[in-house]
C-alpha cells in the first residue's frame, strides 16, 4: 500500500504530539516517594503542633490543681511538716492533710518543670486564712467539697494524658505523661475518693 506525502506527514505529526505528551507528563508526575516524603512533613508539623499544644494544656490543668491545693489551705494539705497539730484539731480545725495527694502532687510538680509553657505558678501557700472548722457553717461540706475539686481536677489530667495516647512531648521522644501514667493518677484519684473524701479530716 503505497502512502502518500500527505498521509506521511500526517502519521508523523501525530507520533510527535504523543511523544510530546508522554515527556510533558514525565515532567509532571509526582512518584510515591514524593508523596510520602510530603505526608512526612505534614505529620512533622502536626506532630509538633499537638505537643506544643499538649503542653500548655498539661501547665493550665496543673496550674489549676495547684491552685485548688491552695484555696483548700496550700501547704496543710499537701506538706506533712506542715500538717495541723494537736491544738488546731482541738480547737476544731479540719486536718485537709492526705498523703496520697502529696505524692501525687510532688510528681506533678517536678515533672511540670520539663514544660515548656510552665511557670511554676502558682506557688504553694501558707494559706491558714482559708482552713474549714467545726465552727463553720457547713464545715463539714465544705472541706469535702474542696477535696472533691482537687481530685476532679486530678481525674481531669488523667483523662487528658490517656486521650494523648503516648505523644512524644515537646523536643521529645517520650510522652510528658504516659498512658501508664494516666492510669496510675485515675487510681490515685480514685484511692482519694474512697479514703481522703469519705473521712472526716480529723474532726
Known amino acids: 500500500m503505497k502512502i502518500t506525502k ?15 505528551s508522554e515527556m510533558a507528563m514525565d515532567e509532571m508526575a ?33 496550674s489549676e490543681f495547684r491552685q485548688l491545693i491552695n484555696k483548700m489551705g ?6 506533712p511538716k506542715e500538717r495541723i497539730g494537736r491544738n488546731e484539731l482541738a480547737m476544731g480545725f479540719y486536718d485537709p492533710y492526705s498523703r496520697d495527694l502529696a505524692v501525687i502532687h510532688n510528681v506533678l510538680a517536678k515533672e511540670a518543670e520539663k514544660l515548656q509553657s510552665y511557670t511554676g505558678r502558682p506557688k504553694i501557700e501558707n494559706n491558714s486564712n482559708v482552713m474549714v472548722t467545726t465552727k463553720d457553717d457547713g464545715g463539714l461540706k465544705k472541706v469535702q467539697f474542696q477535696a472533691l475539686q482537687i481530685i476532679e481536677k486530678l481525674e481531669e489530667i488523667a483523662e487528658y494524658a490517656e486521650a494523648q495516647n503516648n505523644a512524644p512531648g515537646v523536643g521529645s521522644d517520650e510522652p510528658f505523661l504516659s ?11 480514685q484511692k482519694l475518693r474512697r479514703d481522703w473524701l469519705t473521712g472526716r479530716f480529723g474532726q
Not at 500527505?6 to 505529526?13: A, R, S, Y
Not at 505537643?51 to 500548655?56: G, L, N, P, S, T
Request: charged share 30%; no cysteine.
Open 6 to 20: 500527505t498521509k506521511l506527514k500526517q502519521i508523523v505529526l501525530e507520533e510527535l504530539k504523543n511523544t510530546m
Open 30 to 62: 509526582f512518584s510515591m516517594a514524593d508523596v510520602d516524603a510530603a505526608a512526612g512533613d505534614v505529620d512533622k508539623y502536626g506532630g509538633q503542633r499537638r505537643a506544643q499544644d499538649a503542653d500548655e494544656m498539661y501547665s493550665k490543668l496543673i
Open 74 to 79: 496550700g501547704v496543710f494539705v499537701i506538706d
Open 179 to 189: 498512658v501508664d501514667n494516666a492510669i496510675y493518677i485515675g487510681d490515685m484519684a
